[in-house]
């Protein structure tokens, strides 16, 4: 299975040859990690984007153990769904025997999947490009959705009003009546519409809104 590019695997273990071993295995699989002893480093390490405004631009999921001293695996996976961060970095939460109904809860909650120390390297690795994928698809997502909301920014709202009417499916004599415009300016502003929102038909138009429905 080909790596995800520019794919980024980030492990919060306190056990340092568990770390090791996991970066070391990802890089025989040709996939980038960065490694934290604790969630607190990794925390900070967050905060600091943020402060930054480092925007999330790459795939990347998160090999979180479950049980470690201070904060725990499970602490910084509620503050990763309280904040949205799970979405864009997938969790895989590593955990011993004894802790499988936890991971189990966790997945519920949203989680992407859990493995049980020891793993299969085979299948972590085949979990982590799963994550990675769907990190990818998420990320490809938000892309859309922006260049969408800067397209309809320049959008005048006689625009948006043609704009509405064709993607209705209404022909320009009936946009023109409701609006109580001629026809010619319906044509005018649906050619400006198309233009700004990069498309060349209604059905393109209508396909593109609905792609991206939070815009």
């Known amino acids: 299975m080909e790596p ?3 794919a980024t695997v980030y492990i919060v273990d306190d056990d340092a040859e568990v770390r090791e071993a996991l970066a070391w295995l990802l890089r025989s699989r040709r996939v980038f990690s960065e490694a934290y002893a604790s969630a607190e480093a990794f925390e900070l390490m967050l905060a600091e984007r943020a402060t930054r405004g480092l925007a999330l631009r790459q795939p990347c999921c998160l090999l979180l153990d479950v049980r470690m001293p201070g904060m725990s695996g499970l602490a910084l996976f509620d503050n990763m769904v309280a904040r949205g961060d ?3 970095m997938p969790v895989i939460f590593l955990t011993g025997h004894a802790d499988v ?4 809860a966790t997945v519920k909650r949203g989680a992407f999947d859990f493995c049980e120390k020891p793993f299969s390297d085979n299948q972590l690795v085949d979990r982590v490009q799963a994550a990675l994928e769907l990190s990818a698809q998420h990320i490809e997502a938000c892309r859309t959705r922006h260049q969408l909301q800067d397209r309809l920014a320049e959008l005048t709202e006689r625009e948006r009003d043609v704009m509405r009417l064709v993607v209705e499916g209404l022909p320009n004599k009936l946009i023109a009546d409701q609006l109580d415009i001629s026809v010619r300016t319906v044509e005018v502003h649906r050619a400006r519409v198309f233009d700004k929102m ?7 138009l209508a396909n593109l809104l609905r792609a991206a429905p939070q815009a």
């Open 86 to 88: 799970t979405a864009g």
């Open 4 to 6: 995800t590019a520019n």
């Open 101 to 104: 109904p936890t991971a189990v």
């Open 198 to 204: 990069q498309v060349k038909s209604a059905v393109e």
